[in-house]
Each structure stands twice: as structure tokens, then as C-alpha cells.
């Protein structure tokens, strides 16, 4: 049986009815649905947020909360409690290092979990209630344009396009205000009639439901794809082809792919019993739930309400969560091999819209794991927050007595073996098949930075190696390592230098 209501607005100071949230739009739950019921007036305070779940669908549930206010003792069943690991885990620890004494407090069986993954606005409503300001305060939008950061959009098609420096000079709004741009570039907030608050607040909404806390799956990651998903758009085979509703689909994709990320992947979710590894029953658990909850905002902010519920809405939903689910590297293969029996066969027509819709599947694979493609100078900067991710990982791992993840162990792995493998296995495949696809200069380009930030790492590997032994043999060749990892290796080959 499904039980729904559609309810007002209640405001903080009312009580929350015996066993509905109160929020700004509708609920929806199964009341068979083993995961969610109706909650517990002893567990929960005040709070506006959102559960719906499509009965329909088995994957399509997401979740919303605004400002939630939890009870400091949040109490679970016991059944509930051992069927389930991870909620004996405080996910908050996953974004502190690793000290060398620990307090009895810290393994007290009485400490109870007060954030879920996807309750990203309690964090930041509890940082308010702790005193603590926000990290990043968004300012109005005609502050975000002004003086660097608009000569630097100015240059958002060119390939070593400082993110880093980019999101400085915006004060912590890269993604917002790189996404505006873009959207504006495109003529797409007048071909859609936009409305621009309602934009506004959605691409808040989205930067906001990243976790700044994550090393590398954060609102910058997701800034630094769509800017690389942009200029994969501009390739002369795409831009002559892709459709209006192609490129809009393309950069809400970027933005949101990665959306409500918890900073540990899937396998760590699946062997902790998590609720969303149970709900999208282990099949693409990180993905689905970035759709959903991508999908949530739209509906929250309506967005795309203005356009027809059948004919476009639900569409570019769908088409959405293709293309973020196509992310998953787990299916790296399956779409690698797809892609590569495309082109021995010659037969990608970008005419057909199956096919444009499966190149930007494959462009944004590319732009997702583009970091190792960078120069050198951002390509290290990228591959030392994504090792410190695993290696937090693993120490939450440890801590909980959990078998460590592969390459989670900062004990037997370190950042160059780490992206030497992942370019060798990942990366080198996929991009030499999008240079057989569009062999420009920025397919070069790429590839000459693959090769040469691998020797760079090599080079590092090597040294670090040579410091550990002491003195190097009398064997060993001083020009190999600077042929390999020196200074060369921060040169662009010839005929591939951007202009």
C-alpha cells in the first residue's frame, strides 16, 4: 500500500505531526517499504525536508532535507542496529586524520550517528548551531563576475583552465558560477525561458549538496568536469552537431554527477550494509542515488515546470540519469568496448540522436576521469586529493575493523603507483579511443599529458625509491630519470601546444 500527502509549509516553531514530515512540497513513502516508515516522534525534533519514493520504480527514491534538526540521542531499533554496520559508524570521522591516541569516548557504544550521508544540510545548519560559520558564503551574483574570474571565463574553453585558481577567485562558487556562464554562453537560459531565480537557486542548492569535506569529490571536482565537458562539446564533431536540449543535458550532467557524494565508494557501502547499497540493490549504488538526488532539486526548485511533463520534463530527467549512470566505472568496459566496436565499424551517425546521446556518455566518462590528462602543475594537485579520499577511507576501514578497500591502504600504496595503474588500465584506453573518435589538438594534447605526467610520477617513484635504498649504484644512468621525469616532462610534444 502507498500512502502520500501533499502538505503546507509548517514553520520550526509548531510541532511535527505524529508521523509526518513537514516540508516545503510533498511526500511520498511506501508504507511496505522496509527502509523508511513512519518516524519515530521519540527520534526525531523539527524538520523540512522531503522522502519520495515512486512505487514504480525500485531506484527512484531521493532524498531532501532542509535544515534538520536531529534530537542529540537518535535512537535506532536494536534489530536494526546489528542488520546494519554502518550506523554504528560516524561518517563525520571519515574527514579527520588519523591521531595517535583515541578517547574511550570515541569507541563508546553509547555514540550515536547524528548525519546520514545524504543529510548534507544538517552539516551545514549544525556548523551554524555550533558557532561555526560557513565555509563557503555565496554571495549575489553580480560579485561573482567581476574582476579575474570574468577575464578567467574568458578562457573557459582552453585546456589548462586553473579550477583551483578559478574557485579562489570566486570565493568557493566555481561550480555556480561556472555553470551560469556557460548556460548564458549557450543561449540556453533564453532558448528554455529559464527562470533565472529559480536557476539561481537550483545551482545554490546544487553546490551546496556537495561536501566540502571531501578531498576530491567536491563542488570543485564537479566545477573542473563541466569545464572539461565543455570543451569536449566544442570538438568540431560535436559542436556541429549536438542539439540545444544535447548540451543542456550535457552540462546539468557535469554539474550534478558526482551530487550528495560521500566521500567513500560503493564497495564500502555495500560491505557496511548501507540503505543505499540495500535500495538500488548494489547495481551503480553511488550514481543512481547522484541522479536522484540531481532529480530532486529540479523538482524542489521546478525548474524545468514550465515545460510539458510528458514530452520534455520526464524526458530530460531520464536522460539525465543516463548519462550520470554512465559514470560508473565499474561499467568502464562495458562502454569502452562499446565505443571501440562503433568506431572499427564506422558506423557513429550524429544525425541519430541514440547515438549523440551515447557520445556524450562517452564525454562525460572522459571528462570525469580527465585529471591524469591535465598539465602536470593541476594533474598532481588532483591526484594527491584523490588519494588522500582512499586513503580516508581506509582509515575509517581500520578503525571499524573492516577489510581495506583496494588502494586504500596509505601503508602498501602511494600517489604515483596509485595513478601509474589508473592511467595505465583507465585512463590510456579510453582516451586513446576519443582520439581515434576526434583527432584534433586537444586529443593530442591530452595524450601527450597522459604519457608525460606518467614518467613524472614515475620519476617520483624513482627518487623516493633512491632516497629510501641511500646512494644510487654505480650502474645507474643519471640522464634516464631526466629523460623520463625531469624537465622534459612539463613540455607539450610538438604540434600539440594549445594556442
Given amino acids: 500500500m502507498e500512502v502520500c500527502y501533499q502538505l503546507p509549509v509548517l514553520p520550526l516553531d509548531r510541532p511535527v505531526p505524529k508521523h509526518v514530515l513537514s516540508r516545503r512540497g510533498a511526500i511520498s513513502f511506501s508504507s511496505s517499504s522496509s527502509l523508511f516508515g513512519a518516524p519515530d516522534p521519540r527520534q526525531l525534533s523539527q524538520r523540512r525536508g522531503a522522502i519520495s519514493y515512486d512505487s514504480s520504480d525500485q531506484t527512484a527514491l531521493y532524498i531532501r532535507m532542509l535544515d534538520v534538526r536531529v534530537r542529540s540521542q537518535v535512537g535506532f531499533e536494536p534489530e536494526r542496529r546489528s542488520s546494519h554496520p554502518y550506523l554504528c559508524i560516524d561518517f563525520r570521522t571519515l574527514h579527520t586524520r588519523p591521531s595517535s591516541g583515541s578517547t574511550s569516548a570515541d569507541s563508546s557504544p553509547e555514540r550515536r550517528v547524528h548525519r546520514l550521508l545524504s543529510f548534507q544540510r544538517y552539516l551545514h545548519s549544525s556548523r551554524l548551531l555550533r558557532g561555526i560559520p560557513q565555509q563557503i558564503p555565496l554571495h549575489i551574483l553580480d560579485e561573482d563576475y567581476t574582476g579575474q574570474a570574468r577575464c578567467m571565463l574568458e ?119 548501507h540503505y543505499l547499497a540495500t535500495l538500488y540493490r548494489n547495481n551503480s549504488v553511488l550514481e543512481n542515488h547522484h541522479w536522484k538526488s540531481a532529480v530532486g532539486l529540479l523538482r524542489e526548485t521546478g525548474l524545468f515546470s514550465h515545460l510539458p511533463a510528458e514530452d520534455s520534463s520526464l524526458n530530460m530527467e531520464r536522460e539525465l540519469g543516463s548519462l550520470i549512470l554512465a559514470t560508473d566505472i565499474s561499467r568502464q568496459n562495458d562502454y569502452l568496448c562499446r565505443f571501440r566496436r562503433h568506431l572499427d565499424q564506422d558506423n557513429l551517425c550524429v544525425s541519430n540522436a541514440s547515438h549523440r546521446h551515447f557520445l556524450l556518455q562517452m ?132 604540434g600539440s601546444r594549445e594556442s
Fill in 155 to 273: 578562457k573557459v574553453g582552453t585546456w589548462n583552465f586553473d579550477i583551483f585558481l578559478f574557485d579562489r577567485l570566486t570565493n568557493g562558487n566555481s561550480l555556480i558560477t561556472l555553470t551560469l556562464h556557460l548556460l548564458n554562453q549557450y543561449g540556453l537560459v533564453e532558448l528554455f525561458q529559464l527562470d533565472m531565480l529559480k536557476l539561481w537557486r537550483f545551482l545554490v542548492m546544487v553546490q551546496e549538496d556537495y561536501h566540502s569535506d571531501n578531498p576530491y569529490h567536491n563542488a570543485v571536482h564537479a566545477a573542473d568536469v563541466t569545464q572539461a565537458m565543455y570543451c569536449f562539446m566544442q570538438e568540431p564533431i560535436l559542436a556541429k552537431s549536438l542539439t540545444s536540449c544535447d548540451i543542456l543535458l550535457g552540462l546539468l550532467a557535469a554539474a550534478t554527477h558526482d551530487l550528495d557524494h560521500p566521500g567513500v565508494n560503493q564497495p564500502f557501502l555495500i560491505k557496511t550494509d
Fill in 363 to 494: 564525454a562525460l566518462k572522459c571528462a570525469d576521469i580527465c585529471n591524469p590528462c591535465r598539465p602536470w602543475e593541476l594533474s598532481k594537485q588532483w591526484s594527491e586529493k584523490v588519494t588522500d579520499e582512499f586513503f580516508q577511507q581506509g582509515d575509517i576501514e581500520k578503525k571499524h575493523k573492516l577489510e581495506v578497500s583496494p588502494v586504500c591502504d596509505r601503508e602498501m600504496n602511494t600517489v604515483g603507483n596509485i595513478q601509474i595503474g589508473f592511467m595505465t588500465y583507465v585512463v590510456e584506453p579510453l582516451f586513446a579511443e576519443w582520439t581515434r573518435f576526434s583527432d584534433t589538438r586537444l586529443s593530442h594534447t591530452m595524450m601527450g599529458h597522459i604519457r608525460l605526467n606518467k614518467a613524472s610520477w614515475g620519476a617520483l617513484l624513482r627518487e623516493q625509491s633512491s632516497v629510501a635504498e641511500g646512494p644510487s649504484s654505480p650502474g645507474t644512468d643519471p640522464e634516464d630519470g631526466a629523460a623520463t621525469g625531469g624537465s622534459s616532462s612539463k613540455e607539450i610534444p610538438q
